[in-house]
Nanobody
Framework: QVQLVESGGGPVQPGGSLRLSCAAS????????IGWFRQAPGKEREAVSC???????FYAQSVKGRFTISRDNAKKSIYLQMNSLKPEDTATYYC??????????????????WGKGTLVTVSL
């Protein structure tokens, strides 16, 4: 059974930094896409950053230059380093993945497995 567990969220002041972690388990395939999505209150969920096939990496335009996604394949974990945080980054951040080939990692409807999310609150 695939499980994704996020951690690292919390309150932070504007301009601050946080590092989110996502630990995946319950699968053995090396072919998968995985990434981060977020949903702010009253807004639709959106892709933030993700790893696709063949070294593909996606960043939403709103986070380019501020967020960095990384991974540790041995630990089946991904991370999201978030710098220069803004109030508009406030959201619940979810880790999601799809095992197999063919899915675009930034397409939330293609993701089969989701974590429960971790809340990031950026405010004074």
């Amino acid at each position: 059974q695939v499980q994704l567990v996020e951690s690292g969220g919390g309150p932070v002041q504007p301009g601050g930094s946080l590092r989110l972690s996502c630990a995946a388990s319950g699968f053995s395939s090396d072919e998968y896409v995985i990434g981060w999505f977020r949903q702010a209150p009253g807004k639709e969920r959106e892709a933030v950053s993700c790893f696709g096939h063949g070294g593909y990496t996606f960043y939403a335009q709103s986070v380019k230059g501020r967020f960095t996604i990384s991974r540790d394949n041995a630990k089946k974990s991904i991370y999201l380093q978030m710098n220069s945080l803004k109030p508009e980054d406030t959201a619940t951040y979810y880790c999601a993945m799809m095992i197999g080939v063919g899915a675009w990692c930034a397409n939330e409807y293609a993701m089969a497995y989701w974590g429960k999310g971790t809340l990031v609150t950026v405010s004074l």
